[in-house]
């Protein structure tokens, strides 16, 4: 289950607006028709979490499309090797789930994990960026 996003946010308001949602649907749409293999678009996650879950989720932005990383591999790239739970606490509360592509990070080349979507969709959107790798320039 995904947390609703005041829970990351619980000092702000928020705001429906059309026009600028409409590039994030855009690029969005893009990538799940297999035409886009990266967003061009400004993610604002300062104030998410702690220093360190935005340290993770740099990381996790940088995976190349079509590639996976496992959570330990994360841990290693930030200089917490004994963080592994921590690296998967903050992947799981990625509050930008495909923007910053969480489903990427895997626990092993066998088992892709399956907290924020469910397995299912985790491996559908990897069979998605692994067919499409040589179709977008």
């Known amino acids: 289950m995904i947390a609703p996003v005041f829970s990351f946010y619980p000092h702000h308001m928020m705001v429906h607006d059309q026009a600028r949602l409409e590039p994030y649907i855009q690029e969005l749409h893009e990538y799940l028709n297999g035409e886009r293999k990266a967003f061009d678009l400004p993610l604002d996650y300062d104030e998410f979490g702690t220093p360190i879950q935005r340290l993770v989720l740099d990381v ?4 190349p499309y079509g590639m996976t990383v496992t959570y ?3 841990a290693s790239a930030i200089r917490q090797v004994n963080s592994v739970r921590t690296v998967a606490h903050a992947v799981i509360l990625n509050p930008m789930p495909i923007f910053i592509p969480c489903h990427r990070v895997v626990l092993n080349e066998s088992c892709p994990g399956c907290k924020q979507f469910g397995a299912d969709l985790k491996k559908k959107l990897l069979k998605l960026e692994r067919s499409n790798m040589h179709a977008i320039s």
């Open 60 to 63: 996790v932005r940088r995976i």
């Open 72 to 74: 330990t591999e994360i």
